[in-house]
């Protein structure tokens, strides 16, 4: 199926084919409701269950369990009758819930009654010094490329940060057979300490036995550095060394082939920004979330937000919260309503999800430093803007990430700021010394993604569109 073979016309549209937009897709086509799903991918999954139709992976203990508990809810949508149409990048959604749609070199408008987000989560920046260099890629990078190729890193590779998904993927490439040479945890004491404090929420999840497993089973084979309070990637060319500091002591330094940065995921928020989602700071998990109400929905009227791009929370409370936001939508367009799940058990289960998640912010929660880096080090990628640069751009007079944006254009690239964004707000957040909720986020306006001028300007136009800018 490709774009042009597709109805114009939607009762809902999802945008994501991750555990969130399966989930929603499968309750509202069951209501009857014409559903489409659009993702940019190869095959549906999302980030969490990336390539599990066609993972080369075939030895089942080496992606886990949770993994593949992601083969019940594909099953169930691949059934459902949603249609889905991989490898579709949305580039724009307004108010009028029309979207912007492209594929294999040509862009369409869709429109739907009614519209869910379920764009996921991306991996936080961790801008320490040579963080740009070849050899230097984030463990959710090289999760995807073992999941999606079956291939593990090879040589002196090591592994930098804190975070489940860190310790996941770790236990993952020993259990494909390579080999890690080190951790540099840089989690702290007082964290552990803290996080204590709600530890009443964890005890009753399912995470507690298998974390400690899976952490149990990674330090059994792999050296750890624990208090790992400085970062910096040498290299001439490419990344060559690690030198770091452990708490007091003194710098110490690691050669190396391959370094993975991780320091936790936050939500992927730049298509509902762009159509107007009014958004907040969250101070538990350092980043931007929409305000959404208990079924996803937001300030747009029918436009929700499902799974982790409506905070983080992991892939099983991502479909209970797809769940939600489709019996949200079949009830609005009066769908089959005997084909719904029971939302009261949703709720139950959903809260017992997230119950853990106030354990494991503070547990894994990226230090200052590591977030908000000075001096030379790198922040925009795109356009090689430094930490320095915005610092002094912020001395003469703007005060918020648009204005700087004008003065250096950060947040400018083909990322448009998906690199750079938290970074940019906190350091301007820091030097003004406010909240980061109120220095804001970029301004973004569609494309939100890159696509062609010749495929925008292909669009098929509507008359009045025609009449808009066309002299009678």
Known sequence: ?????????????????????MAAATVTAR???????????????????????????????????????GEEVVRA?????????????????????????SQAG???????KRVILATGALERPFPVPGWTLPGVMTV??????????????????????????????????????GRIQAILDTSQPEQRREAARHALGFLRSSYLAKGLKLMAAVRRRVRVVTGVSDIEVEGAGRAQAVVYRRGREGRERMLVDTVLLHQGVVPNVNLAMAAGVVHRWSESQLCFVPDTGSLGQTNVEGIAVAGDGAGIAGAEAAVARGELAGVAAARALRGREDSLPDEAALRRRL?????????????????????????????????????????????IGPEGPNQVKSFLRCGMGPCQGRLCGLTVTELIARTRGVNPGDVGYFRLRPPVKPV????IAGLEASEAAVKAVVRS
């Not at 199926?1 to 084919?17: H, K, N, P, S």
């Not at 209501?31 to 969490?48: C, H, K, W």
């Open 31 to 69: 209501a009857g409701l014409r559903t489409l799903v659009l993702d940019e991918n190869a095959g549906v999954g999302g980030q969490v269950w990336r390539a599990i139709k066609s993972t080369p992976v075939l030895s089942r203990p080496v992606l886990g369990p949770d993994y593949w508990a």
């Open 351 to 395: 809260a017992r999800y997230e119950a853990a998640r106030p354990f494991l912010d503070v547990l894994f929660r990226p230090a200052d430093r590591f977030r908000v880096p000075d001096g030379s080090t790198i922040v925009c990628r795109c356009e090689e803007v430094t930490a320095r640069d915005i610092v002094e751009a912020v001395q």
């Open 1 to 21: 199926m490709t774009l042009a073979d597709l109805e114009r016309d939607w009762d809902v549209i999802v945008v994501g084919a991750g555990p969130a937009g």
């Open 106 to 112: 040509r862009s369409r408008l869709l429109s739907a």
């Open 140 to 177: 959710g990078g090289a999760q995807t490329v073992l999941k999606a190729s079956g291939l593990v890193p090879s040589g002196r590779v090591v592994l930098v940060g804190l975070g489940p998904l860190l310790w996941l993927f770790a236990h993952q490439v020993l259990a494909a057979g």
């Open 77 to 101: 949508f691949e059934a459902s009758g949603a249609r889905h149409l991989c490898g579709a990048t949305v580039w724009s959604l307004d108010r009028a819930l029309e979207l912007g749609v």
């Open 452 to 455: 062609p001028l010749a495929e």
